[in-house]
């Protein structure tokens, strides 16, 4: 969609979510932000203010469906939604031990994937009445494959990748435009606690440009670098006796402390 005039973003604080606010702050646009960090929220919305946009904040759980609920709906009454961002999401890597530890699992679940459902259902049918509207979710290209490293967060994208992209074809009926945004490795305070080799680290101002430009256009996935998409997509893609080996890890895992 081009020149969206009512934008949501969650995850707002920083990361992708505060630079596609940033992207998107112009005069004539309402923002509503989202995240956990009052603060760094508060910077992201005085930048985005500072471009001309108007802008609402909230600190709300995404994981918390019926703050979501009152929230979203809230805001759409007043300013019918043209485009949510549905970006809020965290990674917990397994780092040197087997798992994460079970409640690490439990919240990227919560907010990776109840966090995306619960940013987008309050809109859905709000939309598709209206016959217009574009909803983005962010997924990742770890969701193409089974990532040993970080099991959890891989399974959590390859949700919001499927979801997102039957939701596509569910909606395209009643004018609602989906897209599945399945950005490679990119520098963000998510990515500077990775302790494991990121193949085509890319600028975060590059992939912000990417994203919005795929937005822009109504593209139903927005996946890149080409290289780790082409790379991920074909390992999901292999048989199993051939990816399985693939995706194992070389060393064994450190055992965690029993409870």
Same mark, same amino acid.
């Given at each position: ?104 699992t439990a919240e990227v679940v919560d907010i990776n994937v109840a966090g995306v459902t619960n940013t ?7 939309? &598709?009445? *209206? /016959? =217009? ?5 962010? $997924? ?9 490293? !970080? @099991? ?13 992209? &039957?939701? *596509? /074809? =569910? ?5 609602? $435009? ?9 520098? !963000? @305070? ?15 101002? *590059? ?19 080409? @290289? ?29 402390p029993l409870d």
């Amino acid at each position: 969609m081009k020149n969206p005039q009512a934008i949501i973003i969650t995850g707002a604080s920083s990361g992708l979510g505060a630079g596609l606010a940033r992207a998107y702050a112009a005069p004539g646009v309402t923002l509503l932000l989202t995240g956990r960090n009052q603060a760094r929220l508060g910077e992201v919305a005085a930048d985005c203010e500072g471009r001309g946009a108007q802008v609402l904040t909230a600190v709300v759980d995404v994981a918390d469906r019926e703050a979501m609920d009152q929230l979203l709906t809230h805001f759409d009454r007043a300013h019918e939604t043209d485009l949510v961002i549905a970006n809020a999401g965290i990674g917990h890597g397994t780092g040197r031990y087997l798992m994460e530890r079970a409640h690490q699992t439990a919240e990227v679940v919560d907010i990776n994937v109840a966090g995306v459902t619960n940013t987008v259902m309050p809109l859905v049918n709000r939309m &598709a009445t *209206r /016959g =217009r509207g574009q909803i983005a979710v962010m $997924a990742s290209v770890a969701g193409y494959a089974a990532i040993s490293y !970080s @099991p959890t967060y891989a399974a959590s994208k390859a949700f919001v990748k499927h979801w997102g992209e &039957a939701l *596509r /074809g =569910r909606l395209k009926p009643f004018g609602v $435009a989906v897209t599945t945004l399945c950005p490679g490795f990119v520098r !963000s @305070p998510m990515t500077d606690a990775n302790r494991f080799p990121m193949p085509f680290l890319m600028d975060h101002d *590059r992939a912000i440009k990417i994203m919005k430009r795929g937005l822009e256009a109504g593209q139903g996935r927005v996946s890149f670098p080409w @290289p780790v998409t082409w790379a991920a997509g074909l390992l999901g893609a292999l048989p199993s006796f051939i990816a399985m080996p693939l995706m194992t890890l070389r060393r064994r895992a450190k055992l965690p402390p029993l409870d």
